[in-house]
């Protein structure tokens, strides 16, 4: 398969989708480390009328998710005590946790007053006690928002439970089909539909502030890019050139777009000027160049090219220059992906038929093969850096998968209703 078919085919794949709804979402482990840190999340005391969101639940599935941490199922417990004097730590050490967590909620008519303390079970030490206030419908924000906090208190890295992403679907309306652009909370749930075509929708890519997103809408039949702001709804068609607009990008400061247009004969890499609507040309030839993405300084952009015959990365200077080849492991390397620290490359490595979420390191330029798939694709780093989102084919339907960055956990978010593609995380 040519790299443009298999291009166009990743964007039309959206025409056999089905609308994901948070109803229908399972979160399953399908992969564990063997070295994940014992945590017991305990069911948090409540008090009023809460609602229906468990916070235990939520920030178990969080922690377990992650790769880091191993949470003791509830079924488990010796004991679920809501307040810290309470906890008897040898019940914890006979159930081989390292760290507990218990809480307490009290609802107050429109919003809820939460509380929270985290020991180490091994000498009773009080790591953090914390108390927020959130309204009512924010709980599994507030989740999300605990959890985020633990991590980093137990890994010294900021977490990315309370984050969003992006990904597209599409539900059969009359005699055709309606594509959506979604953005949900990064484990699938409280999704909404910010964008919908009865024609596809292609290659969401989050603006660096999270408060925009550029995509590809084939709305008038023919491909367009438009950068969307969220808050508003209001989007703006930025590139209409005859041919492919397609495939954007923006630069880490948000002042432009790398996108790939064909309009000079050959699919080519330019950088677009949202200020302006300048167009800068970085690469020319009969090969086709796409799929490009910026490195967090700015300072150079990865591409996909069959220059060489396949489909492998390259790079080269923003401002233009030559650009030199980046992977040579496998027969088919595309779709790269630069973590917010620029010291890893995610991509999609093709090997034998088989197409799996690799990663780069830049010192060493050694690949890591992570997932365990046959048609992976779409890959996107965490804010973090510490997990890598993307689309898998399992059973013949397309899910969105989460794997951490040394491979040791796997996570599938399996939309009962029908599949998903082509996610983004938000920074």
Known sequence: MSLLTRIICCGLFAAVL????????????????????????????????????????????DLGGSGFFKALAEDDMLTKPSEPEKVNFRDWQALGQ??????????????????????????????????????GNELRRAAHHISDLIYEKLTGRKGAFNTRIAYVTSAARGNGRQYMLQVADADGY???????????????????????????SFHTKRSEIFVQTLATGQRQSVSSYPGINGAPAFSPDGSRLAITLSKDGSPDVYVLNLANRSLTRLTSGLSIDTEPTWSPDGSTIVFTSDQGGKPQLYAIPSSGGRATRLTFQGDYNA???????????????????RYRIAVMDMASRTVNVLSEGNLDESPSFAPNGSMILFAANKGGRSVLSVVSTDGAMQQKLDFQSGGVREPAWAP
């Open 98 to 135: 390292d760290y507990v967590v218990i809480g307490q909620v009290l609802g107050n008519g429109g919003s809820f007053n939460i509380q929270f303390h985290l020991f180490n079970v091994h000498n009773g030490q009080l790591l953090m006690g914390y108390k927020l206030t959130v309204g």
């Open 18 to 61: 089905s609308v994901a709804q948070a109803e229908g979402l399972t979160i399953e482990i399908t992969k564990g480390s063997q070295t994940a840190v014992p945590i017991a999340i305990v069911p948090f005391g409540q008090q009023g009328s809460i609602g229906n969101v468990k916070l235990s639940d939520v920030i178990s599935s």
């Open 335 to 353: 779709r790269g992906r630069f973590s917010a620290d620029g010291r890893s490359l995610a991509m999609v490595n093709g090997n034998g038929g």
């Open 190 to 216: 409280n999704p909404r539909t910010i964008a919908e075509s009865p024609e596809p929708i292609m290659a969401p890519a989050w603006s660096p502030d999270g408060s925009k997103i550029a995509y590809v």
